[in-house]
């Protein structure tokens, strides 16, 4: 992933609402009155019986005291009704608000200021590319997809505006004559495009690249893009230590055919182009979390050998960006009996909006996921005349299409897509692209007329992970999940296993191209057929692993294998730098080298562990450096530390803003959009300088400092100036989680900039430990402060002996009702690093039930069918 950093994103149109004022103060300050009605009226109905049209049986609905709902339903079509009509009553708005974003219609709802947002999204098309998806449905899972829809129109018909969520309270004062539309299958599916967008490997890499090739030589650009060092981090197939060897990136090669440099654009005009680009993706929702080096997660899997019960226990924390409510919804679907007619029993985190289970574990396995970052997303330097592009020496015609953008409160606007046999051309895109559509060399230099981009997206081929969930929710044994993970080809993840026969395994899925020429690092030559992609790697050369001698596995966002040493198929040149995957193997050891057993309670303990293993590799520097006033304090507080990101820690604090002060002054003159965010890859490049100390990126001429003891004394003194300031002159009132706080912020109005429209939807702040590249992975950006960017989403631990005994907790709450008991119940919970039980067995599950709804059956109401797919007439 790049490195990109978060930018909060006001809707201008908020801002106009001056007026909305008065009705917020309104909901916010009457209480038991008309405005408190207002806020709990779209409360779902949790208990007792309702009518639910389109039913074949009776479905209970079972809900414990944090709202988490398990449903109990006599046949597969009833079971996702039911999670249709469920997620509808708990999430609605949320799952509105991202149809409109996958179908590039938010300016339906919000008006003019997202014209440029739905560009974009209509330009790469997720909608259109999610309509094939569904005809390549086989009847099964289109019934499924079917049914779903049906539930959650169920829903819809029982309630609009308001009593659906407040959201739509207070849209109607800007925007009084919307009312949703009924719910379809490819809505479902489309989501799945906006997944694969956040995680979308490398784009971001590739074009910091191209912006310091810009301004630095290669072998500088190569330092600070550095190789994994395979000596020391761990992979997920070979575990710790890799075996020291070559990269398998190689030399990276961006124009190939053709290459001229006669003519080309100055390198200021060149990396303008870059950052309106960059600035340009930066401004499309990420609805998993802002692109950066710390969207990834952690999960591992240990075999009973190592554990006290004897039986495989797995854990999992996604790390995306922070969302209110959280990105996942928990759920359980389970069969009154096994039938023919009813054949899921599985329990786990799930996504509003769509079918299934996404991560979890059904009766016999248990699986988690984690992103496998391959490189499947390129971008090509086009040469564009009129409608044709330029390919080896022809004109070839650009594919069109217009696309209407209905607008809020004005005209509509009618946009035209050009794409060339690759994909879409995204330059000419709004006013951010602007200079992109005027020029676009490349650094090494394009030829005249090179005044394109284009994007070449595995995502923008249609296929099949839609259907693969269900295959994942439904697999008994290890060939079923790897049959199942075959099928997952976009986003690629890293898939980790475990059963009840006492098996563990691993398994990268995905749709991971085969490049001509090149590693995906920089833009390619769009006009030659000498770059590009031949096809994809067969999922049988993908890495596999099934019980390895050691006895777990950890993926991380690691490197799977290295490629350099080992061979195997080429999947991407940017690995995350392996700091987490490291102390995860590491703290394992520890238990498993003193003789002692593992237990859940354990893989708990680690998923919380703060060891910051940048503070680790600065530490011992710095406690020998000769230094004087507040660079001495600093050096005498660290001294004391003991080098772990927690909360409540004076040396954590200190340490952050020290950090943030070296990288601003050994970094600030690069590119403004490659300056360090501070991640793993920085850790990398600074703690490879510190074995350098006379190196010329110790040098700050403006600061008047050079070699890597001043550098170092100069950021200590700048940080203790910074933290007096921020927290007391006091070092003993300083703690980490003073700085590190987290708002939980609400999708769509909570950044409006109206301070009570944000009260109203958001919560916190939290404090909280952890940081970038820590286990407890809660990312910040050193480009804008010490804020949370990034959590671990959700935490979960699954042990294979006991279900029962398994534990999970989310980021927020079931309920995406503001107020609601449940909208936030759980994270004071997640903050502090507690769980809950998990229970997954039926009698478990009603002994925890606080509260049972029944849906039943109305008479003479069938359930829907699933829409034909259209096949051509013969000729």
């Avoid at 395994?505 to 030659?528: E, F, N, S």
């Avoid at 990398?684 to 074995?691: A, D, Q």
């Avoid at 003993?732 to 939807?761: C, D, K, M, V, Y």
Wanted: charged fraction near 20%; charge should be negative.
């Amino acid at each position: 992933m790049g490195t990109d950093a978060p930018r909060t994103r006001h809707h201008g149109w908020l801002r106009a609402l001056t007026w909305v004022l008065g009705i917020v103060l309104l909901l916010v300050l009457a209480s038991g009155g008309v405005g408190w009605w207002t806020v709990q009226r779209s409360f779902p109905t949790t208990s007792g019986r309702l009518d639910a049209p389109g039913l074949v049986a009776a479905v209970s609905v079972y809900r414990d005291d944090a709202g988490i709902p398990q449903i109990v339903a006599e046949n597969d079509h009833d079971l996702f009704y039911a999670q249709g009509f469920v997620h509808a009553q708990d999430r609605f708005w949320e799952m509105d608000f991202r149809r409109h974003v996958t179908a590039g219609r938010l300016a339906e709802l919000f008006g003019e200021s997202q014209v440029g947002t739905d560009t974009f999204i209509r330009t790469l098309d997720w909608r259109g590319i999610a309509e094939p998806e569904y005809d390549l449905l086989d009847d099964q899972a289109r019934a499924y997809y079917t049914a779903y829809a049906e539930g959650v129109n169920a829903y819809l018909a029982s309630r609009s505006g308001a009593e659906l969520s407040l959201e739509y309270a207070v849209l109607g004062l800007q925007n009084p004559g919307y009312s949703p539309e009924p719910w379809t299958p490819v809505d479902s599916i489309a989501w799945l495009k906006a997944m694969a967008w956040d995680l979308r490997s490398n784009l971001g890499d590739e074009i910091d690249r191209a912006l310091l090739s810009t301004a630095l030589p290669a072998e500088e650009i190569a330092r600070l893009h550095p190789d994994v060092d395979w000596s020391a981090s761990p992979t997920i197939v070979d575990g710790l230590p890799a075996a020291s060897a070559p990269s398998a990136s190689g030399a990276v090669t961006p124009l190939t055919a053709g290459q001229t440099t006669t003519d080309a654009p100055t390198t200021a005009d060149y990396a303008a182009a870059l950052t309106s680009l960059r600035a340009t993706l930066d401004g499309i929702p990420a609805l998993l979390g802002p692109e950066g080096s710390d969207i990834g997660s952690n999960s591992w899997v240990v075999s009973g050998a190592l554990t006290e019960s004897g039986e495989p226990l797995l854990a999992n924390d996604p790390h995306l960006g922070p969302a209110l409510p959280s990105i996942w919804a928990q759920m359980g679907l389970r069969c009154a009996q096994p039938t023919d007619d009813c054949t899921f029993d599985t329990a786990g985190y799930t996504f509003a909006g769509l079918p299934g289970v996404i991560i979890g574990h059904n009766d016999r396995i248990a699986w988690g996921f984690t992103n496998l970052g391959p490189d499947v997303a390129d971008l090509y330097l086009e040469r564009v005349e009129a409608d044709t592009y330029e390919l080896d020496g022809r004109k070839v015609p650009l594919t069109t299409r217009e696309e209407t953008i209905e607008v809020a409160g004005g005209s509509p606007v009618t946009i035209t897509v050009r794409s060339t046999g690759r994909g879409p051309i995204v330059t000419g895109i709004g006013s951010d692209f602007a200079a992109v559509a005027e020029q676009y060399p490349a650094a090494s230099g394009a030829p005249e007329g090179t005044n394109e981009l284009s994007l070449q997206w595995t995502a923008l081929t249609p296929g099949t992970t839609a259907q693969s969930i269900f295959a994942l929710d439904r697999a008994r044994d290890w060939n079923e999940f790897r049959a199942a993970a075959s099928q997952f080809d976009v986003p690629a993840q890293n898939l980790i296993y475990a059963d009840t026969e006492g098996n563990i395994g691993y398994q990268a899925p995905g749709a991971v191209p085969i490049r001509k020429h090149g590693d995906g690092t920089l833009p390619q030559p769009g006009w030659t057929s000498d770059v590009g992609w031949t096809g994809e790697v067969a999922f049988d050369d993908l890495p596999s692993v099934l019980n390895p001698s050691r006895g777990y596995i950890v993926t991380a966002n690691n490197a799977v294998t290295n490629q350099g040493a080992v061979g195997g198929p080429f999947l991407t040149a940017d690995w995350d730098y392996g700091y987490r995957a490291a102390a995860i193997e590491r703290l394992l050891r520890e238990k498993v080298d003193a003789g002692e057993k593992l237990t859940a309670d354990d893989l708990t303990r680690i998923q919380l562990d703060t060891g910051d293993a940048n503070a680790a590799a600065f530490l011992p520097v710095v406690a020998e450096l000769d230094l004087t006033g507040d660079a001495a304090h600093g050096q005498a507080l660290l001294a004391d530390w003991n080098g772990r990101a927690d909360a409540d820690s004076a040396g954590a604090a200190y340490f952050a803003v020290f950090w943030k002060h070296l990288l601003d002054d050994m970094f600030g003159a690069l590119p403004e959009q490659t300056r360090p965010t501070g991640g793993d890859r920085w850790y990398r490049v600074v703690g490879t300088l510190l074995g350098e100390p006379d190196s010329t990126w110790w040098t700050n001429e403006g600061l008047g400092v050079a070699g890597r003891d001043a550098m170092i004394a100069n950021a200590l003194d700048e940080a203790w100036v910074e933290a007096t300031s921020r927290m007391g002159s006091s070092s003993e009132s300083w703690r980490w989680g003073r700085l590190h706080t987290l708002t939980l912020t609400n999708q769509s109005f909570g950044t409006s900039g109206i301070a009570p429209l944000e009260w109203l939807f958001n919560r916190g702040p939290y404090e909280l430990g952890g940081g970038s590249s820590i286990v407890n992975a809660l990312g910040w950006d050193a480009t804008q402060g010490y804020g949370v960017d990034w959590v671990p989403s959700m935490r979960m631990v699954v042990d294979l002996g006991d279900f029962d005994a398994s534990t999970w907790i989310n980021l927020t709450g079931a309920s995406g009702h503001a107020f609601h008991p449940n909208y936030v119940d759980q994270a004071p919970l997640w903050q502090h690093g507690e769980t809950r039980d998990w229970p997954f067995g039926l009698d478990a599950v009603r002994h925890a039930a606080k509260d049972t709804l029944n849906l039943l059956p109305v008479a003479g109401v069938a359930p829907a069918t699933p829409a034909p797919v259209e096949t051509p007439a013969a000729e």
